[in-house]
């Protein structure tokens, strides 16, 4: 089996390195000094399960590669519609896109039978671009539960949880799945098959859209916001407004809101990729995380009032540190840059209608 992982970052170089471990054929795909380590020692993985190292091929130019059966996206979402130069070499006509991303995926619709299906989310697939780049039925959904960090230029460390779940958008049990499942699984992760991964997407998305901006705008880590009685409360209405759009959507999310509440409580002092990247001075990742379900409580017609506040203040905050263009010149006289789940309970439901944050 051949994969290729595009954006060799925490991440995606861990799901390499765990492949590579496993006999699987893996190319990673990065730049700068990253490149330079991957090249020069390969990948090295901490962790408290037990540490090891390997060498997988590392490259920039995807057409070294060539076309490989799995392409392994460790981009942030934003980057997707500018990723056809690193994906397209990589493709034959039978590749799946396994996308390692927090937030409402670009195939949310597809294969999804009901009012809203082949719909696009403009949040996340303005204008098609991104569907353009990666066709959706090539997707196959992928949820991650795993902690990573870069120590270093090709030094990862693994915190927490080993699963990633994944799923074919229509909900069939696909060899294509069952191959990549086997191979993760072999490489020391969990990687089961679900039947609905939009379950699982709901799941992780009640921590990241609360958690992520609010840390943003606080700084504040995960137990400092759940131990505020009163962020606490803010974080548990965006949670039930999230699930009650799902639930509009047809979705059910098999875990309770405090569940979730404690288990990001557990976490600790943990901060989120938001504000990781914010403290790094990189783009947000907010609007597959927030904005699009933003887009989608207008979808199904859901007030929402507490996300629709939460994403003006994040939108406000993204616009503030977005690159500027120059101001125009006067001119002169003739010259003028996203743990894993609680086993899970009957289904919650509100009366109207797990590690949160890993990938992260």
């Given at each position: 089996?051949?994969v290729?992982?595009v954006g060799a970052?925490?991440?995606g170089?861990?799901?390499?390195?765990?492949?590579?471990?496993a006999?699987?054929?893996?190319?990673?795909?990065?730049?700068?000094d990253?490149?330079?380590?991957?090249?020069?020692?390969?990948v090295?993985v901490?962790?408290?399960?037990g540490?090891?190292?390997?060498?997988?091929?590392?490259?920039?130019?995807?057409?070294?590669?060539?076309?490989?059966?799995?392409?392994?996206?460790?981009?942030?979402a934003y980057?997707?519609a500018?990723?056809?130069?690193?994906v397209h070499?990589?493709?034959?006509?039978?590749?799946?896109?396994?996308?390692?991303?927090?937030?409402?995926p670009?195939?949310?619709?597809?294969g999804l039978?009901?009012?809203?299906?082949?719909?696009?989310i403009?949040?996340?697939d303005p204008g098609?671009?991104?569907s353009?780049?990666l066709p959706?039925?090539?997707a196959?959904?992928?949820?991650?539960?795993?902690?990573?960090?870069?120590?270093a230029?090709?030094v990862?460390?693994?915190?927490e949880?080993?699963?990633f779940?994944?799923?074919?958008?229509d909900?069939?049990?696909?060899?294509?799945?069952?191959?990549?499942?086997?191979?993760m699984?072999?490489?020391g992760?969990?990687?089961?098959?679900?039947?609905d991964i939009r379950?699982?997407?709901w799941?992780k998305?009640?921590?990241?859209?609360?958690?992520?901006?609010?840390?943003?705008?606080t700084?504040?880590?995960?137990?400092?916001?759940?131990r505020?009685?009163?962020?606490?409360?803010?974080?548990?209405a965006?949670?039930?407004e999230?699930l009650q759009?799902?639930?509009?959507?047809?979705?059910?999310?098999?875990?309770?809101?405090?569940?979730?509440?404690?288990?990001a409580?557990?976490?600790g002092e943990?901060?989120t990729?938001?504000?990781?990247d914010l403290?790094?001075?990189?783009?947000?990742?907010?609007?597959?995380?927030?904005?699009a379900?933003?887009?989608?409580?207008?979808?199904?017609?859901?007030?929402?009032?507490?996300?629709?506040?939460v994403?003006?203040?994040?939108?406000?905050l993204?616009q503030?540190?977005?690159?500027?263009?120059?101001a125009?010149?006067?001119?002169?006289?003739r010259?003028?840059?996203?743990r894993?789940?609680?086993p899970r309970?009957?289904?919650?439901?509100?009366?109207?209608?797990?590690?949160?944050?890993?990938?992260e």
């Open positions: 089996m051949r290729a992982v970052g925490a991440i170089a861990y799901m390499g390195a765990c492949l590579q471990r006999g699987a054929d893996v190319s990673l795909i990065a730049r700068g990253n490149l330079a380590a991957l090249r020069s020692r390969g090295e901490l962790s408290p399960r540490g090891f190292q390997v060498a997988p091929h590392a490259t920039d130019d995807p057409a070294e590669i060539g076309p490989v059966d799995h392409v392994i996206l460790g981009l942030k980057s997707y500018s990723s056809g130069p690193l070499p990589l493709l034959k006509e039978d590749t799946t896109v396994i996308a390692a991303q927090n937030g409402i670009w195939w949310y619709f597809h039978r009901g009012p809203h299906e082949g719909h696009r403009e949040t996340v098609g671009a991104v353009r780049v959706p039925h090539r196959i959904g992928c949820v991650v539960y795993a902690a990573t960090e870069l120590d230029p090709g990862v460390r693994h915190r949880g080993t699963r779940s994944i799923g074919e958008p909900g069939s049990d696909s060899a294509r799945c069952r191959e990549f499942s086997d191979a699984i072999a490489g992760l969990k990687c089961p098959v679900e039947d379950r699982d997407v799941i998305l009640m921590g990241n859209v609360a958690f992520n901006p609010i840390s943003a705008l700084g504040a880590t995960l137990a400092g916001m759940c505020h009685p009163g962020v606490r409360e803010l974080v548990a965006l949670m039930r999230t759009i799902a639930a509009a959507l047809g979705c059910h999310p098999d875990i309770a809101v405090e569940r979730r509440l404690a288990g409580e557990r976490t943990h901060k990729s938001t504000l990781q403290e790094r001075g990189k783009p947000l990742e907010l609007a597959a995380m927030l904005t379900v933003v887009e989608l409580a207008d979808l199904v017609g859901a007030d929402a009032p507490t996300l629709r506040t994403n003006a203040l994040g939108d406000l993204g503030r540190l977005a690159p500027r263009e120059p125009p010149r006067e001119p002169a006289p010259e003028p840059a996203p894993e789940p609680a309970e009957p289904a919650v439901r509100e009366p109207a209608g797990a590690g949160p944050n890993s990938r």
